[in-house]
């Protein structure tokens, strides 16, 4: 086999069929012997971020445009050698990358040394989430005022059914046959194209992992500039001791709620706490004393509500309670305060600036409230059918046999849990039986990551299990440290079942029900 393979193992190996509407640049294969892998940033803290060595695969990167668009694209795709298990899984992205590099490195690795074939796409754009073109997206603008449409369609839907198209056509040609079984995973913006795979291209995976989904794109970019909009327009700008105060009362109020006192709220519906209740509480604030404002009680108030038209209207969905508004990077306020007291507000304002309004240079921070209603509607208007997202019609996907999970982490600061809520309100309003193809799962407590609460690994099993031997999972397991920093297992319930303690150990599963 090593002979064989490395005969295949080359661009002359790998010549592909005609592919319609592709143009394949170039094909390049290494042939990968005794390879150690060693996990990047990303894997750490995972149960897979110990290094994996005697590694035998090809790997290969297939660079190709459509032509007339203009685009470069690589494809990178490990086939194993060794052990093959006839089946294929591609990865997905982050933020504003499609795929590929260290974003999908720690996924595409750990899952093609259990037999995979694996597959990830940059989507003709950069794949580094830790460079510059975070916040100046290079790719997004043709000239000022021009989008790159090629590459906002290639990253919004059309480079996923290239890679899987594609990454099924090396595997056929490599291996002498096609994959029996084809699997999507991803989370945020891999979350997202799971769920455009679902909704626009049904045939091309037969189960899907979609996890706390950056679905409703046109849409819930919002929910992380709300907070910074509602104090410019007010002009104050509350210190981050202020915000975390709140949210330990929030804690001390409804945690309790399902039972048990664990620092997780799993029963938000049940939860009536009003922020202005500690307006006026004395606090320590870098080793000053303070007081808790009427204005960080609004903006609270006003987060978890979620953004709202000038006249009151309903917009997008705000964040959970108890979700840690004020988590670096990731958390919807971002308060810097100087050596003099002097506080502001920062915020990603990307996706306006390049997309919505094609001018990196344009202040978002000095418009009024009708001028956000005008963006937010621009916004929508011009992009929810091409990245939105959010179609609840998944009939073809149910046709085709393909079955999908997403669980959310309820205090996920950087998409609002309450996005997937109500896309899979109106997928079951569709099709009251969607549960049979698609299940939706919370996880109380969870953020934005694979280990950031009580969340189940990254895995492929559950889906596996669905969709080879027809055992629908009822619940997830999960393992994390819970809200007081303690290491629990909890089994995630599916959607609108809540979990329950009901007595027992609080760091095992079986205390608790869904209800």
């Known amino acids: 086999m090593p002979q064989e393979s490395a005969a295949r193992c080359s661009p002359a190996g790998l010549s592909l069929p005609d592919i319609t509407g592709v143009s394949i640049l170039s094909i390049e294969a290494l042939d990968q012997r005794n390879y150690t892998y060693i996990p990047g940033p990303l894997a750490a803290g995972l149960p897979e971020s110990s290094p994996i060595p005697n590694l035998n695969f090809c790997d290969v990167t297939i660079t190709y445009t459509h032509p007339g668009w203009h685009d470069t694209i690589n494809i990178n795709i490990l086939l194993p050698t060794d052990n093959w298990n006839v089946r294929f899984a591609s990865v997905g992205g982050g933020v504003f990358a499609t795929g590929g590099g260290q974003v999908a490195e720690f996924l595409t690795m750990p899952i093609m040394a259990l037999g995979y074939a694996t597959a990830t796409t940059d989507g003709g754009h950069t794949s580094d989430l830790f460079g510059p073109e975070f916040n100046v997206p290079l790719w997004a603008l043709t000239s000022p005022g021009n989008v790159n449409w090629p590459l906002l369609v290639d990253f919004a839907s059309v480079a996923l059914h290239d890679l899987a198209t594609i990454g099924k ?36 995976f037969d189960g899907i992992v979609a996890l706390f989904p950056a679905i409703n794109w046109d849409k819930f970019w919002f929910s992380g500039f709300w907070p910074t909009f509602v104090m410019d327009q007010m002009r104050t700008y509350p210190r981050p001791c202020e915000f975390d105060t709140i949210r330990a009362a929030v804690m001390a109020a409804c945690d309790k709620l399902d039972g048990l006192e664990d620092g997780i709220i799993s029963r938000e519906d049940l939860c009536d706490f009003d922020p202005h209740d500690v307006v006026g509480r004395k606090i320590s604030c870098d080793g000053a004393e303070a007081t808790v404002s009427s204005a960080a009680a609004d903006v609270v108030q006003k987060t978890w509500e979620g953004p709202r038209s000038s006249t009151g209207e309903f917009q997008w969905c705000g964040h959970g309670k108890g979700t840690d508004l004020t988590q670096p990077l990731t958390g919807p306020i971002q308060i810097q305060c100087n050596e003099e007291g002097s506080c ?13 309004k094609k001018d990196p240079s344009f202040d978002m921070r000095a418009i009024n409230h009708e001028e956000w209603d005008e963006i937010f509607h621009a916004s929508v208007n011009e992009y929810d059918s091409i990245i939105g997202t959010s179609d609840p019609d998944l009939s073809a996907f149910k ?7 997403n669980w959310h982490g309820s205090v996920d600061a950087a998409i609002p849990f309450n996005g ?11 099709d009251p039986e969607a549960q049979d193809y698609y299940r939706f799962f919370v996880a109380p407590g969870s953020g934005h990551c694979f280990n950031c609460g009580p969340s189940p690994p990254p895995t492929l099993d559950y889906i596996v299990d669905w969709v080879e031997n027809a055992v629908a999972p009822d619940t997830l397991r999960a393992k994390g440290l819970n809200g007081l920093g303690v290491p629990v297992e909890r089994d995630l319930c599916m959607y609108p079942k809540v979990q329950h303690y009901v007595g027992g150990d609080p760091t095992v599963a079986s205390s608790f029900i869904c209800v």
Not at 344 to 356: F, T
Not at 399 to 405: D, H, R, V, W
Request: aromatic share 20%; proline share 3%.
């Open 399 to 405: 046709k085709s046999g393909g079955k999908m999970i």
């Open 344 to 356: 502001r507000s920062e915020s990603n304002l990307v996706w306006v600036k390049y997309w919505v």
């Open 169 to 204: 056509a090396v595997q056929e040609v490599f291996y002498g046959t096609a994959p029996r079984y084809s699997y999507w995973f991803g989370g945020s913006t891999g979350g997202r194209q799971g769920h455009m795979l679902a909704q626009r291209y049904p045939k091309d």
């Open 420 to 430: 997937s809520t109500d896309y899979y309100d109106r997928v079951l309003n569709y």
